[in-house]
């Protein structure tokens, strides 16, 4: 057997007060059918990271929803997880010398994997490229599976490293289907599995999410030395050239001479280990100078999910300057906040930005300016879209929408009917 | 010109409130007579460390008392920040095989950064000794003062890093080091003794509504009813978390609601650090009363806040070296701390006064169970520990061991 993974309890009807009815009985009507029902899901790490994060609310969710879900985590030694590390940087367009010494210890530690996997799940969801060659290995084995299998991929393959995609493919194959987080990121030479799409989602219930008092969301700032009395723009983003942290500058500067009173708050998130990064906050400093009311702050100096979440609900205007972008998840978490968001047309921001309704679209620095301006003028219109925003995230990148998608997908792959009585949202079922 | 760093403006009087406004008004005196002063702080990283946070509070408050001050960082590159931690780990006592290409590097580093130094300023505060030799390299050193502010305990330094160190402090002005016991016979330079401190201002130390913080522990999966304790620590193997754990696992039949958070500040580095990780992962993932909960990039200085408030006893189980200030932290929320005899940590907790000194498991249980079951005593240590902390480890009182120092040397020019 691999590595369990206990997780705490959580319940739907927690988010019963944010979603509404209609969508939590949806939730359990799409559930109905699957009762009893027994899923793994199988990632690489029980610590840290994005998937290990969506894992520990999605598994102790379908429990509560009357699935019977686990979570499992393979083994592998110091130099399976060199290799991983590096095949996942190669399928995100970073080179790898991609050795048959590499692929032999992919496979070895695949094969070990498959044959501690239990197959007596109805539904296993594999996370990522790691252990993926768990089934392939499998069905050499025992010449199929019991239940159906689902190759969950959270990574950009659109510039993978052809050598690396073109050996992990036919692993992939043997799935029955494969989700990805956008439909740009799936493989064209891809066949075999049914695909469908998941585009990410936040937890409202998470620290970074919950509603604060106005006391204390002020209280934090003015510890930052930020006025709440005094307009904010705020961007959260590391500091790489793809965020545009200068750019962002730029923008405040042009809106401050006609808001003198304006101020910027900057949040990066940095890795010790990241030169670039480095390189990029002490630009963004030199660029800010002398103008105490530009605010460039990190986790470093301890700036986690409460701050971000007072900063966001005070800023007049997100703004998110993305020239190129993953899903830009941070976009939801401002929406959320009822706050308007300019930000880049890339990625996967148009999808959570609507034009003019939840914010503004941008491809330029002057444009950037003329919306933040524009929003900056007309407050009453900021709330309006900050209001559908709010709205916005609601129906489309919560958890529970998470929740939603693969309730559906596991009602589709099992022909329970229920999907297609609960049809999937445009654009999420791409081809099969 | 160095690394620049992102700063705040901050205002001295927003500390009355806190230290009183005599003590204000005593810290604008002690400035008036060095007004103007052009002091640079150096240091070789700008996040993350303690030197680091301190900075980040002294040098906007020394500049709104007048003072021309500023912090910068040095120019390195990894192959300096390889020596400097080897450098780092040496002169805490762990033992490095110290080579000359060491030296060599550490060297060309501090000439290259000698270079760097082309602004005019009157004082240098080199902060930790990782930089110090830059003075050797600068062309005319006696144009300014030169200090060194010693943040690490020296006491088991190891002797070769630390003479060949020695030879570049000894034409200091002045050296400052954080307590007594952290000292070597040979210190070089004149002393000054000048105890860490914590900012009362912080969004660490900020007051914060009972809601908010059941909210947030709530968030976490933590049950804001039930008895809570916590620890605040590196992710070390000296910080004992395992001990942690198994001391409060001791009393889970006397108190079925304990609950135990550790909260880690840092990464784990070497491999009994990762060793030790892995272990309370493990136990965490099987006994759900405990709960880890790491530094990384989500976890901020508010939670922690959050949590500190919310302990009902508030552990060190053990420390590395040094001051561990998050304990100050703690008692400025008037919390019962109960702490291993290490380092700093008995200066903060006057053993049967503002909390227990603890050594053993058995020591550290017995504690634990004394202050779950006598809340009149630990509310009494809570109140005690405010004082203590008001009188001995506010930031005010480091600015104005500063202001002396500074003071002095500006007479002494």
Known sequence: MLGSVPTTPKSLEDYRPVIGDERAEELRALAEPLKGARVLHVNATAFGGGVAEILSTM???????????????????????????????SLQGMYYDWTPAAREIWLNYNKLNADLVDDSY???????????AVLSFLDERQGSHHGKWVWRCHIDLTDAQVQVWDFLRPHVEAYDAAIFTLPDYVKDDLTGPSIFCVPPAIDPL???????????????????SVDPARPIIAQVSRFDPWKDPLGVIDVYRHAKIEFPELQLVMIASMASDDPEGWDWYERTVRRAGEDWDIHILSNLNGVGNIEVNAFQRSARVVIQKSVREGFGLVVSEALWKGRPVVAGNVGGIPLQIIEGETGHLVNTGPECAERVLS????????????????????????????LRDYLAIFNQLAGTGAAQAQSLKPGLHVRS | MYGTLALSHRALDDLSDSAGVRTIEELRALARPIEGLRVLNLSVTGFGTGTAELLNSSVPLLTDLGLDCS??????????????????????????????????????????????????????IVHDPQPSAIRSFVADPGAMKWVLHCHLDLSTAQDDVWLQMREHIEPYDAVIMESEH???????????????????????????????????????????????????????????????????????????????????????????????????ARRSADDPRVFVLSMGDEFGNVEINVFQRAADVVLQKGLRKGYGMWISDALWKRRPCVVAPVGGLPEQVIDGETGIVADSNEEFTQAIRTLLRNRGLAEQYGENGRRHVAQRFLITRYLRDYLEILNELHRSR
């Open chain 1, 59 to 89: 598994v102790p969710l379908l429990n509560d929803i009357g699935l019977n879900a686990d979570w499992q985590v393979i083994k592998g030694a110091e130099e399976f997880f060199n290799v991983t590390k590096a095949m996942h940087n």
């Open chain 1, 122 to 132: 109805d539904f296993v969801i594999i996370h990522d490229p790691q252990p993926a």
């Open chain 1, 206 to 224: 998470s620290p970074k999410n919950v509603p604060l008092p106005q006391e204390t969301v002020d209280g934090i700032l003015r510890r930052y």
């Open chain 1, 375 to 402: 929003l900056l003028h007309n407050p009453d219109e900021a709330d309006r879209m900050g209001a559908n925003g709010v709205e916005f995230v609601r129906d489309r990148f919560l958890t529970t929408r998470y």
């Open chain 2, 71 to 124: 912090w910068q960082v040095v120019r390195t590159s990894e192959e300096f920040a390889h020596v400097a931690r080897a450098m780092y780990q040496a002169l805490g006592g762990v033992y490095v095989p110290w080579t000359q290409e060491m030296t060599d590097t550490w060297l060309s580093y501090a000439a290259m950064n000698a270079d760097l130094l082309t602004e005019p300023f009157d004082v240098v």
């Open chain 2, 182 to 280: 952290f000292l070597r016979p040979d210190m070089p330079a004149p002393m000054r003794i000048v105890p860490p401190a914590i900012d009362p201002n912080s969004p660490r130390n900020m007051p914060l509504p009972d809601d908010v913080v059941r909210t947030v522990l709530e968030r976490y999966g933590i049950d804001p009813d039930r008895p809570l304790v916590v620890q605040v620590s590196p992710c070390d193997a000296a910080s004992d978390l395992m001990g942690a754990v198994e001391c409060c696992g001791a009393l889970y039949d006397e108190f079925p609601g304990l609950q135990i958070a550790l909260i880690l500040m840092t990464e784990p580095h070497d491999p009994a650090s990762r060793q030790c990780y892995e272990q309370l």
